[in-house]
């Protein structure tokens, strides 16, 4: 990694370049994040997850750029076209939209309306057009004509096509519109008469400066869009883009001149403001996506960190009215001891009997808690529940259901329930989410938990990496019983992944769990590297080493 790369991140960061040096050090040696974070605090300077996460993110996004930067230097050489300054402008730019637009005039193109005038041999009419000389252009233009150039209108147009090109290839005038529409930038909206939704109106006739608009209604808007429902520009006045170019480009005040104005009109419409627009609204929806996610991250992390209830004896509700309520009883590990069907709500209105399954179930199972999810009837099953004189003294909790149906069609959950059907699977899983939040909640895609708004419309690559460094940052923060933990659970855990989780669980079943940390060791597949990632996050009580239910690591237990 080139120096000024380093710097960049420093600054960035607002951490010294030595740290940077570390984090990438570290991850080069295969460190996970949340082993970084709380084992090699005296490397990094006691950098915490979000740096670093910011930290190499940044060192990803400048590994991209220098592999751009090669194939871009390749390219242009081999079109003998790199000049000294050409590449020490590549060499030195640390942004890739920069990048691209140095690139852009020796990008090899499909066939655009200045390719076809260059083919007809109207380059040089262009040249001297574009330098503005003090000569009609119109009798320049008849020297051009030819069996395909059939007029000097035809002539000018092709010229004007080239020049045309050639400004929206213009670095400077690039970066120039850019921090117009930075500063200036409408985003609109109409509504499509064909496509009309009500859930639209707001955006039926809206415009709002771009820098000002919220995450949330940039989202609304390009989804409006993508259904069919409006259409969306962004842009700055012509007028205003015109004046801009007309400053860089135009020198002379003559005929030639004029061509070159109307050829800035034409690159304007035609060229600059379709790419810089669509520039736009692709970084517009970049921003609203990490706003977004932000969101997603912060509410998922508090869910998963909620506060366990912990081991007792539960009996867990999934509510409904005309299919009853799905009823099943967990022991104090969330293993499934029965299960059954109430019908307490119209239509069947089956209050007594569904009083006295209750009843018998808690006396059977000697159940301490009671979890009703908060979906159909939510309110009314927990309403008739603290009526119920056998719930007396019971720890009774509404438990937010968002994600038991995905988790009861999953794989996971046929894999642990294969003989029970998706009912009996989602209400196991509202019961466990009260007893150990974090353990159940890692069975189910992050995204479907129903965390945030927009799930469906942000990057989903992104919103998955974003949501999953959470689920590892929580796994991790909390540590995991190696003994009682779920495969994925532990697939959770830094340096283990679900490979390796699968190994540790055929040797917990085969071994009689583990009885200390070192027996890691043992496992298929888990070396050296692996053990050193993961150790000091597994927790294994009742071990003979104290240390071992601890968070202490193995390589520091003789200190």
Known sequence: MKNKYIENISLIAAVSEKQVR?????????????????YRKERTGNLDEVVLLQI????????????????ILNTIKEQDKLTAELEKNINDTLELTVLEDLYLPYKPKRKTRATKAKELGLEPLATKIFMQVAQSPEMMAEDFLTDDVLSVADALQGA??????????????R?????SFQRDALLTSTVNALQKDEKYRDYFEYSELLKNAP?????????????????????IEPEDAHEVIDRLILKNNNACADQV?????????????????????????EKADEEAIK?????????????????????????????????????????????????????????AESSDRIRYYIDQYKVEAIAIGNGTAGRET?????????????????????????????????????????????????????????AELVKIDPKSIGVGQYQHDVDQKKLKDSLDQVVESCVNQVGVNINTASKHLLSYVAGVGPKLAENIISFRTSNGGFHSRKQLMEVPKLGKSAFEQCAGFLRIPDAGNPLDTSSVHPERYTL
């Not at 509510?319 to 293993?335: F, I, S």
Request: a neutral charge; hydrophobic letters at 40%.
């Open 215 to 235: 995450s949330h209604r940039i989202l609304a808007i390009l989804r409006g869009e993508q259904e069919g429902v409006l259409r969306t520009d962004i842009a």
């Open 261 to 285: 104005s109307l050829a800035i009109e034409e690159c304007y419409k035609r060229l600059l403001k379709p790419s810089i627009s669509n520039e736009f609204k692709n970084l517009a929806k």
């Open 160 to 173: 004007r096509d080239i020049i045309a090109e050639w400004i929206s290839e213009d670095k400077d005038v």
């Open 295 to 351: 969101v997603f991250q912060e509410n998922l992390r508090q869910l998963l960190l909620s506060a366990p209830l912990g081991q007792v004896p539960t009996l867990a509700l999934d509510p409904g009215y005309r299919t009853g309520c799905k009823l099943v009883v967990l022991d104090k590990y969330g293993m499934l001891l029965a299960k059954d069907t109430i019908f307490p709500h119209p239509p069947q209105s089956k209050s």
């Open 22 to 38: 570390a984090v990438m050090e570290l991850i080069e040696e295969g460190g996970t994040i949340p082993f970084i974070a709380r």
């Open 175 to 179: 970066d120039r519109i850019r921090k």
């Open 56 to 71: 190499k993110d940044k060192l990803s996004y400048f590994e991209t750029l220098e592999q751009r930067k090669e194939y």
């Open 382 to 438: 927990e309403e008739f529940v603290r009526s119920l004189s056998s719930a007396k003294g019971k720890r009774i909790f509404l438990i937010n259901e968002s994600g038991a149906s995905i988790y009861s069609a999953s794989d996971a959950a046929r894999e642990e329930f294969p003989n029970e059907d998706i009912t009996v699977r989602g209400a196991v899983s509202i019961g466990r989410r009260l007893m150990d939040p974090l």
